[in-house]
């Protein structure tokens, strides 16, 4: 059992013999290993298979390309065969393309494609339903009457079920399955529900969308390859839109994935689904059970599950016959998968539409700058919606100029702010005040020494979130309570909070507003789906006057009453190395102020800043979209910046910071030297210290035609790290912490 090596010469694939197979395994291994079939008869690629491993059993996936050729004696036997769908063709060489393009070992990126391994293969877990049996003579009791009696007006309970329903212990229902009284069948615990409807009508498209909706049909019904990029201002109907393209796919029989950035968003997805097809999609994201992950998995490999409503890691799941992907908000960085295998969704269900040879769809109000990019290089197509649907317009977007606004110390709503709430709630109408911080500070400190409270794991400030009572560090998770006396003088109750979260935020609004009904809406106060889904209910419902929120509360919502937003502090993503800071910063704002006057009453945005210059907010102020985008992507390509060439960072960690200094420095030493490249670096990472590891970046910038991949690989081949140093190959990065 020793990995195989693709592309072997000729010489050894004589040796072969049509026994041996490949077996890729969902573990972190560069190469599949090679078996021998055995008893299990003929295999061919894509069959799931048991393998032993160790002295482990694996399962794992026959893979393509000839195997060693080692002798027979040396390998060891497969030893099963799964009932289960084989893995396409499209999704191996996908696994392959990953694992090239990011730098991670095949088996990693299989381990995404099964992310539950046993689900396909095991049969589904059932559950025992009752109905009543044969009458037969027994000792009549009340209870047991009453049991049968909801037996009979319900049946297909589950002996806990109906217990509950008939208020008696399950013992008395066990007793009446062991007497016959009551008989037992067992049935599929999770029933799918049925398939979504595309014969349902949409709504009446406007002209636009009519034109949008029409090319995206084409693209699905061409069975071909195509990404286009569905580009329309906040509340232009995009959504209505690549519903016709959804349908279109359905109507094949094919299966649907829409990824959403944001788990907060399935819910309000999800519903909207069902309105409009007459069955409820399927969800994929992270915080599901697991007995319902195993089932969703089940029935997306075999099939069943037509449309997937998902979080980024629904788009290597082993879709039985995958038909159309859509990616809304397809700029937004939570896209980036930051941990163990770091890929962007958006540009992986690119090239996994390729490899399925199928329609990608790219949904956003604020298109990225690769793919508008793409756009004017002819690879991707556009279908454009100018304008919000009916009457809604875009809102009035306004700058506070906070150098002449001055607020006194500790405040953050500025007056022209005030008036505007007090307008807005007025009025009967709701407001929302954004700020992209949780908790209650940023900063904490002694005011008599003037020692900041730092994470004892990180080289970040502790945020103190009064909810929870606790200081909180927003890139380890550490917590611990507020020291009774400053760890540096030993001074008492002299920690001053500096700055505002939304958290305090809400308690100054709750000041000078105190007849208002605020909510706060954060990703550490509202997290679940469920939970996200009654806040945005409430809202709805026009019980909340006043919001308060971070970044959950940017995206996507469709408030009909909310004519306000008040940006806290525009200038808030600008600052930093992030070469993508400007246009992050107008999405953003462009996003939040998007959720004001979505129906018919018109909106309004005001913009705190120091920066009423600065191009995003001048921009933002004067609607002018088009402008920024020119002036940033001519400044990119003077840059050489992305999307006129490419990036790639690699980071290394460890607890000594002298061996990853030096680390990082040889690794530098060997840096390939050409044309196009330029390696920037090593330097320590603006976050140099995290969660007990010290961190040094090295940035290779190249031209747009290099094969930044190849040329890592080979970078990284002439220089073995210790075994203490960690690496991290981050290609195409969007964080640059
Ligand atoms: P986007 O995704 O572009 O922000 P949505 O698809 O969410 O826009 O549409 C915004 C609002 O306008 C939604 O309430 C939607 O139902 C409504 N809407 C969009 N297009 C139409 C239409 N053709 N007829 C009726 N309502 C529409
Ligand atoms: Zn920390």
Redesign the pocket.
Known sequence: MLPARPGRSTGTRRLLTPDQIRVLLPLPLAEPFTYRAGEVGPLSPGDIVEVPIGNRVSLGVVWDGPPEGLPPAKLKAVLRRCDAPPLSSALRRLVDWVAGYTLNPSGAVLKMCLPEPRALVEPPPMRQVLRPGEAIEMRASAQRERVLQVAAERPGLSPGELAEAAAVSVAVVRKLIELGALQADSTPAFRPPPPPDWRRQ?????TS?AEAAAGLRAAVAARDFSVTLLE??????????YYEAVAEALKTGRQVLVLLPEIALTQQSLDRFEQRFGAPAWAWHSEMAEGRRAATLRAIGHGEAKVVIGARSALFLPYADLGLIVV?EEHDASYKQEEGVIYNARDMAVVRAKQEGIAVVL?S?TPSLESLHNVSRRRYAHAV?PE???A?TLPRIDIVDLRKERLPAQRFISAPLQTAIRETVGNGEQAMLFLNRRGYAPLTLCGACGHRLQCPNCAAWLVEHKRHGRLQCHHCGHQQRLPDACPSCGAEDRFKACGPGVERLAEEAAMLFPEARLAVMASDTANSPQQIGEMLTRMENREIDILVGTQIVAK?H?FPLLTLVGVIDADLGLAGGDPRAAERTHQLLTQVS?RAG??DHPGRVLLQSFLPEHPVIAALSRHDNAGFIAAEMAERQRAGMPPFGRLAAIILSGTDQAQVQQAARDLARVAPRAPGLTVLGPAPAPLHYLRGRFRERLLLKAAREVDVPAVLREWLSKFRLPSAVKRAVDVDPYSFL
């Not at 329309?232 to 839109?241: L, M, R």
């Open positions: 949409g709504r009446a498209l406007n969308q329309g201002v906040t509340g232009a109907g995009k959504t209505e839109v809304d949904a109000a919606l919000r649907h009916g809604a996507g469709h998007g979505r129906a």
